[in-house]
């Protein structure tokens, strides 16, 4: 049973909150349009809601994309290669996609240990900033870990294919 439910999660995870956070978006974003139009008013906080909800689906959403390999890659070329160069240059290219991660979660770390020194309150919900950025470093180490159950999977299906 708990297998079950941790399968959902692993398989589905990005897409629920990707999901979550632009339906909240998109209702926040009406909630405006009819606030404006209709009472001449406006909410603060749902502009900032959609902001985040936003920022937070570009975040979820690139780790989602990279379990489902389906970041932009420019293959023309790798395509021709034959199948030995081929896979040194998708693997060079993750390494340095990796290496370059790692720097980010080492630099967003930094930024959020300063967050964490200081309050700053957002002006529309009244949130501190630390809680609402902290899906940066969440979401590169899930990057992280995404690409490491890539490989995994390849490796344990006796490498097929390419790790496209």
């Not at 979820?60 to 290669?81: D, P, Q, T």
């Not at 930024?111 to 309150?121: A, E, N, P, R």
């Not at 940066?136 to 490498?159: C, E, F, G, K, T």
């Amino acid at each position: 049973m708990l297998r079950k439910y941790l399968a959902l999660i692993e398989n589905h995870f990005e897409e629920v909150i990707c999901g979550l956070c632009l339906t909240l978006m998109a209702g926040c974003i009406m909630t405006q349009v009819l606030l404006r139009f209709l009472f001449s008013s406006a909410a603060p906080w749902a502009e900032e809601l959609a902001v985040y909800c936003m920022i937070y689906a570009v975040y979820i959403g690139a780790s989602m994309a990279i379990k489902e390999r389906a970041h932009i890659r420019i293959l023309l070329l790798v395509n021709r290669f034959p199948k030995n160069i081929r896979l040194v240059s998708i693997l060079l290219a993750d390494i340095l996609w990796l290496g370059f991660l790692v720097l980010m979660i080492i630099q967003t770390s930094i930024y959020m240990q300063l967050l964490f020194s200081t309050t700053f309150i957002s002006p529309g919900l009244g949130i501190d900033q630390k809680w609402l950025q902290l899906v940066v470093p969440i979401s590169l180490v899930l990057m992280v870990l995404r690409m490491a159950q890539v490989y995994y999977r390849w490796w344990h299906n006796d490498n097929q294919e390419l790790p496209l």
